[in-house]
């Protein structure tokens, strides 16, 4: 079972019914305990980033994202729970995040419509069992007006332009963070999250 | 690169898609999630659920029709029409939409925006602006459904909006729409260049050219259209293949 972390940062009954359409069984929980128990890990999440470390803090979140993490357990962050991997975030000043991976969290370059909003493609950089069956140049949902700035290019597993080029999929040991929506991106969107629940299974 | 954006419009009333329909291959093409399921896997880049209903039992109606649409639809969809306060805009988001837009309300109570917009983040309030002609490259907004005047001029409240929180516009031309005579061009590009927010073009497409034009002269981010997809004149993926054709960024 996949554990679909609930954390009052967004609605997250379109992942929940993405999982269910391609047969994932998955649970939106909101009690450390059901992470613990889960074989998979998803932290999702739409708004700003220093509510939702206090959040994920307030509602003891933190510890078993970690400790999930450090047992292996396939995890997948989704738009802010991709950022919140990373050490810290510049928005409205400075906020430390989980610090899965290291970098930073910053603003998309000036002189382009911020939020970036709309599809936007994926270059794939690297290979990986999530991006099975998903073609180079894909399209897929991005509502986003922050990206990451990873340290370790080698986890950069999809870069996407606006702007700049952007790490849009990073991922490494099975700890994935996605800055579009999957649950928001069709038929290539649902792959992904098929994808991750084999790479759960196969666990 | 970034696309740019195809949105059918499905007008509905108490759960019913109000506006006929010729899918023969849809089991009930008066289903506005079966219409919008099938939208999604033809291509559809977004969805607009337009709720034409006023009384409170019909909104219930439509709550349901939104949080069973999040079952079926896998693309962002946005729900308008009657939306006048945080609660109905919190009702409509738990039930799975992406994003709502406001349109008399916000007239009515610019601080609407900004409350929605601090409450539930930009990205997800969008305000529809439904607009006549009022002179040279001057444009007037109209609420209730277009049918009153309010002497605000629109290019100066899509500033004002954006400065609010709104996170997208939802431009309508009150003076095209319905009569497929192609979007008001000059109204799109002025509101377009005066903002930093993406802008939808709505009112007025009859035919792909419509489409392209609002998208290139109009330099609007996103194509809204309903009767030319409804009454299957055009299909998505005809619409998608004519733009990329004539090279504009379209996701296929």
Not at chain 1, 173 to 196: D, M, R, T
Request: aromatic share 8%.
């Amino acid at each position: 079972m996949i554990a679909i972390i609930d954390y009052g940062m967004g609605n997250l009954r379109s992942v929940y019914k993405g999982f269910e359409k391609v047969g994932v069984k998955a649970a939106v929980v909101s009690d450390p305990s059901q992470v613990d128990q889960a074989d998979g890990v998803v932290l999702p999440g739409v708004g700003a980033f220093a509510d939702a470390m206090a959040n994920l803090r307030a509602a003891g979140m933190v510890e078993v994202i970690l400790q999930a993490i450090k047992e292996g357990k396939p995890f997948l962050g989704i738009c802010l729970g991709q950022q919140l991997l990373f050490d810290a975030s510049e928005e409205w000043g400075y906020t430390q995040g989980l610090g899965i991976f290291p970098g930073q969290v910053r603003r998309l370059p000036e002189g382009l419509k911020v939020p970036h909003m709309g599809w936007n493609q994926i270059e794939i950089a690297r290979p990986d069992p999530l991006l099975d069956g998903i073609p180079d140049r894909s399209s897929f949902y991005f509502v986003h007006s922050y990206a990451v700035e990873p340290v370790d290019a080698e986890i950069t597993l999809t870069l996407t332009e606006y702007g700049v080029h952007f790490a849009s999929i990073v991922g490494k040991n099975k700890v994935y963070g996605i800055q579009f929506h999957p649950e928001k991106s069709s038929a290539l969107g649902l792959k992904i999250l098929e994808n991750f629940g084999r790479v759960v299974k196969t666990c | 690169m970034l696309q740019k954006r195809v949105i059918p419009c499905l007008d509905v009333t108490g759960g019913r898609v109000v506006k006929g329909t010729n899918f023969i291959n849809l089991r009930d093409a008066g289903d506005p999630v079966e219409l919008a399921a099938f939208y999604d896997r033809e291509g559809a880049d977004e969805l607009i659920f337009l709720d034409i209903t006023a009384s409170s039992d019909g909104r219930k109606t439509t709550l349901d029709m939104v949080y069973r649409t999040a079952g079926e639809v896998f693309i962002p969809y946005t729900v308008g029409g009657g939306i006048r306060s945080l609660e109905d805009i919190r009702a409509i988001l738990s039930a799975g939409a992406d994003k709502v837009t406001i349109n008399t309300a916000a007239v009515q109570n610019p601080g609407l925006v900004a409350e929605a917009a601090g409450r539930f983040g930009s990205q997800c309030i969008v305000v529809a602006i439904d607009a006549r002609q009022s002179g040279p490259e001057s444009w007037e907004v109209y609420i209730h459904g277009g049918r009153t005047p309010t002497g605000i001029d629109a290019v100066g409240w899509a500033r004002q909006v954006e400065a609010l929180g709104a996170g997208e516009i939802m431009l309508t031309s009150m003076d095209r729409d319905g009569t497929k005579d192609g979007y008001d061009i000059p109204l799109t590009r002025a509101i377009v260049r005066a903002l930093n927010i993406p802008v939808i073009a709505s009112g007025g497409v009859g035919n792909l050219k419509h489409i392209a034009e609002g998208l290139t002269e109009g330099e609007a981010d996103a194509a809204l259209a309903a009767s030319i997809f409804h009454f299957g004149e055009y299909s998505i993926k005809e619409t998608k293949d004519y733009l990329r054709s004539i090279g504009v960024p379209v996701r296929i």
